[in-house]
């Protein structure tokens, strides 16, 4: 390590301190977010509250004492509201929607469930970056792949129909008529599912290497009575069967490719001539500098832990990053065969591309 006379700012040092408490401090939390969700605690103040502890432990079915320590651990956190007047708990409406409501658009709390499943892998993935070798998708903590789901469905749910879908150049009426569309790298088969609800004329196909997802989507198409219409097949996005759809769709997956170039070109190859691939990817800047800021910090992180180790544990050589840049988008689809790449539509988390032959 470099030693140093630079003499120390102790104001700039007490910043970065509270920063960094502030940091452990939600390090420690998200742990009790990913329980919270787990056992029902966030319902059940919806549920009981105003409420004390040991109203909401026996609406959740905990001991009251641990209740007691995990509600004030929201208070602290600003995840709860504390009357001190009654010693009462309760969610507001922003809480109540982000925390408590799995339908609602701003469900949130699924998220602290993928980020404790990355501590779970720490160790390995430590080594991994250490090494430089690969971490497959499928060699994570099995919490990965429903945090997945449960954190991304909400926004698929509010966007991927009302908003995206009506972006592309003649898919929804396509999708209307009976459109055949493939969705790849479709994991627990949420946007698949919303497709096919939506549509119900079109035939719908998912597909993913990872096969307990596959398993799971088509539990889950079941239980949404869809699966008359929407099937789920293991394979990868540069082997995955058929021809002809006049819709294939990438939700936040071909960044975590080895081999983007080699899925944009079988794309091409199973696309009908006029048909289009919807390309939905992290919202990122064109340069590191443009994607210093809350949501960037979230992305590279989960690109260092999650997406570059899944893109180096595969063939093709690529490690494209969650923060690829547009430019770096079109160049994949150009090599693929593509000719035409435009920014749909936007939120926030995504970006909304629609590539067409």
């Not at 939506?198 to 949404?224: K, L, R, Y």
């Amino acid at each position: 390590m470099t030693t140093t006379t630079e003499q120390l700012d102790e104001a700039a040092v007490g910043d970065f301190v509270q920063r960094f408490i502030t940091d452990l401090a939600a390090a420690h939390h998200a742990v009790t977010v990913a329980i919270g969700d787990r056992l029902g605690l966030y319902r059940a103040i919806a549920q009981a509250g105003p409420a004390s502890e040991r109203e909401i432990a026996a609406e959740a079915g905990c001991d009251e004492r641990y209740t007691r320590e995990w509600l004030n651990a929201q208070a602290a956190s600003g995840y709860c509201e504390y009357d001190p007047a009654t010693g009462r708990y309760s969610l507001s409406a922003a809480q109540r929607a982000c925390l408590a409501d799995e339908s609602s658009p701003t469900f949130l709390a699924a998220g602290m469930l993928l980020a404790g499943a990355l501590f779970k892998d720490e160790e390995r993935l430590a080594e991994t970056i250490r090494s430089g070798a690969g971490f497959g998708w499928g060699e994570h903590h099995h919490d990965l792949y429903a945090g997945v789901e449960r954190f991304f469905r909400p926004g698929y749910a509010a966007n991927l129909v009302t908003s995206w879908i009506p972006a592309l150049d003649g898919v929804q009426a396509k999708l209307t008529e009976g459109a055949v569309v493939a969705d790849v790298g479709c994991g627990f088969g949420a946007s698949t599912i919303l497709l096919a609800q939506a549509f119900p004329n079109a035939t719908i196909v998912g597909f993913d290497n990872h096969e307990p997802s596959i398993e799971a989507a088509c539990a889950a198409a079941e239980h949404a009575g869809v699966s008359d219409r929407v099937r789920f097949e293991v394979a990868s996005a540069q082997d995955y069967p058929g021809d002809g759809y006049d819709l294939v769709c990438i939700f936040d997956a071909l960044h975590d490719m080895g081999d983007p170039v080699g899925a944009a070109r079988h794309i091409r190859s199973t696309l009908a001539d006029d048909g289009t691939w919807l390309l939905v990817e992290p919202m990122a800047g064109d340069s590191v500098a443009a994607n210093l800021h809350p949501m960037g910090r979230l992305f590279y992180s989960a690109s260092t832990l999650v997406c570059t180790p899944s893109a180096r544990s595969q063939s093709g050589g690529w490690a494209l990053g969650a923060q690829a840049t547009d430019e770096q988008l079109r160049s994949i689809a150009e090599q693929g065969g593509f000719t035409r790449f435009r920014r749909a539509v936007e939120t926030p988390v995504n970006r909304v591309i629609e590539v067409r032959p």
